[in-house]
């Protein structure tokens, strides 16, 4: 049998011959090894005929890489400490990352301010919002923001709208588009949201009103002196703001994450002294997995994978209040076959079809996988992606809602909720 055992966090490297050996020293074959040793040798065969049909298609099998493993035991692989082409598995690194450095439960906080008094529902003066970094202010949250200062008896703006510090609406970062996006939406005004910055809206019962016109113009400053603090607007928690990402695969909120870690080389020093992986397997140059450059071997993503679920346990979350989860969340998983339950994250880029996850089953408790497939195949690769986790998990019976650990662990906050403003001062 293949037994795992723990190096720093996760219970990833092969006791065995040669695994842990520089790739210049002769070592076992690793499937030949398996064959052996796995408890299903049906499943090994099966991961051997995928790699074969490829290889008859003309996609190398130097370029196709996976990895499966129960908590324990290493069940097949294949290049499996070979760094690939990750695509959008680089979130995955982004999201343990962004655990570690913030913790589940930060928010970001959004400052309102006043220059004025408030008389007659007018506030003569300026409004200020000091931005604190929310990578996920969208035009829902400004419309709560707008609706909270009506309820606050404020209709008017006689002043400027005046804004500092780090602060994006939609996704936006030119100055003069972020004001007039930020105006519209304290006025009730929201925009459907770009295919590459999407996220999960509200639902309609959660809409509200807002109303609130701003007769001055949009300004940048320095912090003003002499302003008093309204209220606080408080982001999602980072674990609902890293769902999002991950569900919509969301490459603004993934590189708003990685520049407020400070990039992509801090990213990786993060999470591979989390692992224990070494960082030859983990090759990073941004926080969301666009361009050929960002690779991962399928070992390290698993090893990341169960680093965020033991991150996450330590605060009474699971994998699935962060990631995506078969037939119960869209985003990327719309069109999709995977097993009921599965947790995954995907990864396309033109040549790049990438899968990794966990999926509850009966005899193995769960088992987790990574598979990275290139090759202009897109389509075809997903069809056999969820195909042969299909297959896999047929054989050793699935078991959604058995697993505690990999259910998600409560509600998810909505974007646009009122609740999150925090009223400090009404006075004048």
Known sequence: MLQLFSTGLIPLWL?????????????????????MNSPDPAVVEVWQTYIARLSTQGFAATDQ??????????????????????????????????????GPDHTFTTEVRATGPITNGILRGDLVLVGGGDPLFVGPEAVSVGHSLNQMGIQQVSGNLILVGPFTIDFLSNPV?????????????????????????????AALTSSLTITGSVQWTPYPPQSRQLLQHQ???????????????????????A????????????????????????????????GQDNRLSPRAVT???????????????????????????????EDRHLPTAAIVKTGTLWDVSALAGVIPTQKLGPVWFTIINRGENIAGFRQDQDRILQQVTQRWGAAPGRLPELQPSRPMPQLGNPERNQVISQQP
């Not at 006791?15 to 076992?28: F, R, Y």
């Not at 007039?180 to 999960?200: C, D, I, K, V």
């Not at 990341?304 to 998983?333: K, M, N, Y």
């Open 259 to 290: 520049s407020g870690m400070g990039g992509a080389q801090a990213l990786v020093t993060q999470v591979t002294t989390a692992v224990g992986v070494p960082e030859r397997e983990v090759l990073l140059q941004n926080g969301s997995g666009l």
């Open 303 to 333: 090893a990341l994978l169960q680093g965020i679920q033991q991150e996450l346990q330590a605060h009474q979350l699971t994998l699935a209040d962060v990631f995506p989860v078969a037939s119960r969340d869209l985003g990327t998983l």
């Open 177 to 205: 588009q972020v004001g007039e996006r930020l105006r519209q939406g304290l006025n009730g005004q929201t925009f459907q949201p770009q295919e590459e910055s999407r996220y999960t809206p509200p639902p309609p019962a």
């Open 235 to 257: 982001s999602l928690p980072l674990y609902a703001l890293l769902k999002q990402m991950n569900v919509n695969s969301n490459n603004a909120l993934a590189e708003a994450f």
């Open 15 to 35: 006791n065995t011959a040669g695994i842990l050996a520089p790739p210049t020293v002769p070592s076992l074959d690793m499937l030949d090894l398996l064959q």
């Open 65 to 102: 890489g996976f990895w499966l493993q129960t908590q324990r035991q290493l069940l097949a692989n294949q290049n499996a400490l070979q760094p690939l082409p990750a695509a959008s598995l680089t979130k995955i690194a982004t999201t343990l990352a962004a655990l570690k450095t913030w």
